[in-house]
């Protein structure tokens, strides 16, 4: 029997990068995945590959931003696979600004998908935890269900030019530690990965305005710089930037039953990068 059978999993943004990496993953240990993008192409690219290796998977195609979307992701879940064992907050990206140069736009826009929208999605599926718990109890039963937030290196020491995904990805922690309190009771356990520097679309072009990513029709400059870059894996222990492969590794770790018992902590996945 493969780990994760008979297990239903929702991953926000699992159309590209660490998020995709995750969904085959989670996919190839048996459970059924609820793919989300903003993008069409590739989450039905996601549900192909889990399809191809003979997993299960589904795709909810929208903007983890949108006031509904919670509802529709979990629903998901309980419709088309019959339950809800594992979520995670992975959708995000980055908008970065100097303090003076940063919109309220900018802010407001980071804090929506980073902490709202998993605000939201967790919300959603907190009646169906619940449930859960009580008629597992009543039976005898007892499983353990996993909640992982994505967090990031900027989120615990911060970083120039991100004020706002700074922010975002240390709110994120605080919620993540308060749900840990909060489910409990239900065996949920809540905790965060943050990811120091993994080579996806986001950090992998030059920051020099040629590399340019599409959030919802809004044209975003991402990227870091190639001396920045260079000089950050110099400071990493490991001695290189991560692959989306083992960011979702990180990730992975606190979705198996081999960690039932750890809750409310933050793991940072940066090759030594503290
Ligand atoms: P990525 O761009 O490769 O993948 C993220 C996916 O999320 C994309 O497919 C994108 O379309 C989707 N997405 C973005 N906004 C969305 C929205 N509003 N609704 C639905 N989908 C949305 O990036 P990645 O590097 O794999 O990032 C995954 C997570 O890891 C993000 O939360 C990011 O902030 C975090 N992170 C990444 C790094 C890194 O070095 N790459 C470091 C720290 C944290």
């Given at each position: 029997?493969?780990?994760?059978?008979?297990?239903?999993?929702?991953?926000?943004?699992?159309?590209?990068?660490?998020?995709?990496?995750?969904?085959?993953?989670?996919?190839?240990?048996?459970?059924?995945?609820?793919?989300?993008?903003?993008?069409?192409?590739?989450?039905?690219?996601?549900?192909?590959?889990?399809?191809?290796?003979?997993?299960?998977?589904?795709?909810?195609?929208?903007?983890?931003?949108?006031?509904?979307?919670?509802?529709?992701?979990?629903?998901?879940?309980?419709?088309?696979?019959?339950?809800?064992?594992?979520?995670?907050?992975?959708?995000?990206?980055t908008?970065d600004?100097?303090?003076?140069?940063?919109?309220?736009?900018?802010?407001?826009?980071?804090?929506?998908?980073?902490?709202?929208?998993?605000?939201?999605?967790?919300?959603?599926?907190?009646?169906?935890?619940?449930?859960?718990?009580?008629?597992?109890?009543?039976?005898?039963?007892?499983?353990?269900?996993?909640?992982?937030?994505?967090?990031?290196i900027?989120?615990?020491?911060?970083n120039?030019g991100?004020?706002?995904?700074?922010?975002?990805?240390?709110?994120?922690?605080?919620?993540?530690?308060?749900?840990?309190?909060?489910?409990?009771?239900?065996?949920?356990?809540?905790?965060?990965?943050?990811?120091g520097m993994i080579k996806t679309r986001l950090t992998e072009a030059p920051a020099d305005?040629?590399s340019?990513?599409?959030?919802?029709?809004?044209?975003?400059?991402v990227g870091v710089n190639p001396q920045i870059l260079a000089g950050m894996e110099q400071r990493i222990?490991?001695g290189r930037a991560g692959?989306?492969?083992?960011?979702?590794?990180?990730?992975?770790?606190?979705?198996?039953?081999?960690?039932?018992?750890?809750?409310?902590?933050?793991?940072?996945?940066g090759g030594?990068l503290?």
């Amino acid at each position: 029997m493969a780990r994760l059978d008979r297990k239903v999993a929702i991953i926000s943004g699992s159309g590209r990068g660490i998020g995709r990496q995750l969904a085959v993953m989670l996919a190839a240990e048996g459970a059924a995945v609820v793919v989300n993008d903003l993008d069409q192409e590739p989450a039905d690219e996601t549900v192909a590959l889990i399809g191809k290796a003979g997993g299960q998977a589904s795709a909810v195609v929208g903007d983890v931003t949108e006031a509904d979307f919670g509802d529709r992701f979990v629903k998901a879940a309980i419709d088309g696979f019959g339950g809800l064992d594992i979520v995670v907050n992975n959708a995000g990206y980055t908008w970065d600004s100097i303090i003076q140069k940063m919109s309220d736009t900018q802010w407001d826009a980071i804090m929506d998908v980073h902490l709202k929208a998993p605000f939201r999605i967790l919300r959603a599926a907190q009646p169906i935890f619940a449930a859960a718990a009580k008629s597992e109890r009543e039976s005898g039963a007892v499983t353990c269900r996993k909640v992982v937030n994505i967090s990031s290196i900027a989120g615990l020491n911060g970083n120039a030019g991100q004020v706002n995904y700074a922010a975002g990805k240390a709110g994120i922690v605080g919620m993540t530690k308060a749900l840990a309190k909060e489910w409990g009771r239900y065996n949920v356990t809540v905790n965060a990965v943050a990811f120091g520097m993994i080579k996806t679309r986001l950090t992998e072009a030059p920051a020099d305005g040629s590399s340019v990513i599409d959030i919802a029709g809004r044209q975003i400059s991402v990227g870091v710089n190639p001396q920045i870059l260079a000089g950050m894996e110099q400071r990493i222990p490991l001695g290189r930037a991560g692959t989306p492969e083992e960011a979702a590794g990180a990730v992975y770790l606190l979705c198996i039953p081999e960690s039932d018992y750890i809750t409310g902590q933050v793991l940072l996945c940066g090759g030594g990068l503290g």
